[in-house]
């Protein structure tokens, strides 16, 4: 029997890339985009599906290191992988009815790929230049997506803010890498962690990690690091938007929990130089509410999922905050809550984006109001709409509602219940701006022009194909939430 190499769902996203560059060589002048969809949708789908498979057969009870240190497969990793590679399906199958008039459409389902690889080997990395070069792998490409509308002022400048953001933030990163190796001598998460206990160079640690921690936050989109994201979600093409908010958040995230709870434990980190913990929990509480108040004043649908997003990294830094020292039941438990929550949270927020676009592809308009009769001309794609605003508010009509309730109840169970009660308010304020999304498509009157071109085959399989998957974790949600848990079980047991 032939075993798969431990890395088969970086390795299946990265050569499905090469494969897409090589078919547009072959035939560069025609125009094939249901033949370049389709390739990348089996990339995904088989990454995807090789880290479940690894999840449910138990390879990821065990370190899988690879290249001296630099990367290790497990079961904290695999799970990451099964994100972004299902995030990354549906937003190549929408892709298919977006982007079908657009040039260079090889280009972009290739950076969309390499994009993704980088995500997935950021959950990997072990060491902090492989966690620096993974990012960046999964940075560059999103630049050029996100500017990808050549023709957009809107699309080119979002880029040009992304991309300037990005590089400010991978130079504080950086710094901050040199900095930790001056006080370790050491690059690799678990040698850095040795050297930490008694370090006499507090001082230059405890900045080193306070840089790393602002790289991490410009990729979840966190405050401070977080004015890019409603600029380059609004900016971007819906699909570029929905693949950003949902897998590079959850990467950013993965590469986050690993480094600081591999390389920087608590208890030790706390008494020579910075205590992380509490440092995450003033950004979680700014995050989601800074997010939430301002997702409740905009008048634009998709500027409104930006804001949103802002608020749910919040949510997420909860696993983060509420760490403790020697607690590794506890800690198991929360940690493994916030990474249930970005599972949920990239099918539900992935489909709300791609209906976005579907409106876009219809030309119906940007605002709350031009949204107005949607459900009497597209009921199916509207019923799904309302699961993932739902859901998302955390009602019960999605699994969005038990992963809040899983990650508040971690939260409290940590020794945080104030924290989860600021989470609860901020998400009783999400429910007023999700519910606006839901009356103006079923209960105001839409206009008497409200005409809708076609029916894009792609993206409705896309919208319809994540709101099958929020309600599915709904009804399935133990399982996952058991799987997300060993998963950090395994990381804490490192």
């Known amino acids: 029997m032939v075993e798969l190499p431990p890395l088969t769902p970086q390795l299946a996203l990265g050569v499905t890339a090469l494969v897409l560059f090589g078919v547009d060589i072959v035939a560069p002048d025609t125009r094939k985009n249901g033949v370049l969809a389709g390739i990348s949708a089996v990339g995904t789908t088989v990454a995807a599906a090789t880290a479940a498979w690894f999840l449910a057969a138990g390879t990821g009870d065990y370190r899988f290191v690879q290249f001296d240190g630099a990367l290790v497969v497990d079961a904290f990793s695999l799970f990451f992988a099964f994100v972004v590679g299902s995030v990354a399906t549906l937003v190549v199958v929408a892709s298919y009815d977006y982007v079908r008039e657009e040039d260079h459409l090889a280009e972009f389902y290739s950076l969309t790929l390499l994009a993704a690889t980088g995500m997935t080997l950021m959950a990997s990395a072990n060491s902090l230049v492989t966690a620096f070069v993974a990012l960046e792998l999964a940075s560059l490409p999103s630049y050029a997506l996100v500017a990808f509308l050549k023709t957009n002022r809107g699309s080119v400048e979002a880029g040009l803010k992304y991309f300037l953001v990005g590089a400010l933030s991978s130079?504080?990163?950086?710094?901050?890498?040199?900095?930790?190796?001056?006080?370790?001598?050491?690059?690799?998460?678990?040698?850095?962690?040795?050297?930490?206990?008694?370090?006499?160079?507090?001082?230059?640690?405890?900045?080193?990690?306070l840089m790393l921690v602002g790289g991490f936050a410009f990729k979840t989109a966190s405050v401070p690091f977080h004015f890019w994201a409603p600029e380059a979600y609004e900016g971007a093409p819906s699909p570029v938007s929905a693949f950003l908010s949902s897998a590079s958040k959850a990467a950013g995230f993965a590469v986050a929990f690993r480094v600081l709870v591999t390389a920087f434990p608590i208890a030790d980190v706390a008494a020579v130089a910075i205590d992380w913990t509490l440092l995450f929990a003033v950004l979680a509480v700014v995050t989601m509410t800074l997010g939430n108040f301002a997702a409740a004043t905009q008048d634009r649908v998709k500027r409104m999922l930006a804001y949103s997003s802002i608020g749910h990294a919040g949510y997420v830094l909860m696993g983060l905050?509420?760490?403790?020292?020697?607690?590794?039941?506890?800690?198991?438990?929360?940690?493994?809550?916030?990474?249930?929550?970005?599972?949920?949270?990239?099918?539900?927020?992935?489909?709300?984006?791609?209906?976005?676009?579907?409106?876009?592809?219809?030309?119906?308009?940007?605002?709350?109001?031009?949204?107005?009769?949607?459900?009497?001309?597209?009921?199916?794609?509207?019923?799904?709409?309302t699961v993932f605003m739902f859901s998302l508010a955390g009602l019960p009509v999605g699994g969005g509602f038990l992963s809040k309730y899983l990650l508040f109840a971690g939260t409290v169970q940590a020794g945080f219940a104030w924290l989860a009660a600021v989470a609860a308010v901020n998400s009783a304020l999400s429910l007023y701006y999700y519910s606006r999304v839901v009356k103006a498509i079923w209960i105001e009157e839409p206009s008497d022009d409200l005409t809708l071109r076609g029916t894009p085959t792609g993206l409705y399989a896309a919208v319809v194909a994540a709101a099958v998957a929020t309600v599915v974790l709904l009804v399935a949600f133990d399982p996952v939430a058991r799987t997300a848990i060993h998963a950090a079980e395994v990381l804490f047991a490192l």
Not at 176 to 201: M, Q, R
Not at 355 to 377: I, Q, S
């Open 171 to 209: 130079a504080v990163m950086a710094y901050g890498i040199s900095l930790v190796y001056a006080t370790s001598g050491s690059l690799l998460l678990a040698d850095v962690a040795d050297a930490v206990a008694g370090n006499e160079f507090g001082g230059v640690l405890g900045l080193g990690v």
């Open 321 to 385: 905050a509420a760490l403790q020292s020697g607690a590794t039941d506890a800690n198991s438990f929360v940690l493994g809550a916030s990474m249930t929550h970005l599972l949920v949270y990239g099918f539900m927020n992935t489909g709300a984006f791609l209906f976005v676009a579907l409106v876009e592809y219809w030309d119906v308009g940007k605002t709350f109001e031009d949204y107005n009769g949607l459900g009497t001309r597209a009921p199916v794609a509207c019923v799904a709409m």
